[in-house]
């Protein structure tokens, strides 16, 4: 089974910054949607910019201005500005469905997501 991996997080000071990636396990991969999710303990997972294959990224209102989310085929980046303390959490890569992965070509046709890589910033 394909799987996401994420890498890029750290500790922080408020206002600084860090480039989370995210790639898949398979080179040949392919997901019409690709995203980040930051999760806090205890609460849901919370969006925070995605971007449909050879489209425009979208972002929560939280990170417009400071996130930038670009994608190069099969990896997804976050580059995050200005950090403030309300962006800590696990940040989760996550790939819609429909999902073509492998050789020969296979199909996943439920969400996938990476294991999370932690964010902390401090005030």
């Known amino acids: 089974q394909v799987q996401l991996s994420e890498s890029g997080g750290g500790r922080v000071p408020e206002g600084g910054s860090l480039t989370l990636s995210c790639g898949a396990s398979?080179?040949?991969?392919?997901?019409?949607?690709m995203g980040w999710y930051r999760q806090v303990q205890g609460n849901e997972r919370q969006w925070v910019a995605d971007i449909i294959e050879g489209g425009r990224p979208s972002y929560a209102d939280s990170v417009k201005g400071r996130f930038t989310l670009t994608r190069d085929r099969n990896r997804l980046y976050l580059q995050m500005n200005s950090l403030k303390p309300d962006d800590s959490g696990i940040y989760v890569c996550?790939?819609?469905?429909?999902?073509?992965?492998?050789?020969?070509?296979?199909?996943?046709?439920?969400?996938?997501w990476g294991q999370g890589t932690m964010v902390t910033v401090s005030s």
């Open positions: 996550n790939a819609g469905p429909p999902i073509f992965y492998g050789y020969p070509t296979r199909v996943s046709n439920v969400d996938l």
């Open positions: 398979e080179s040949r991969f392919n997901a019409g949607n």
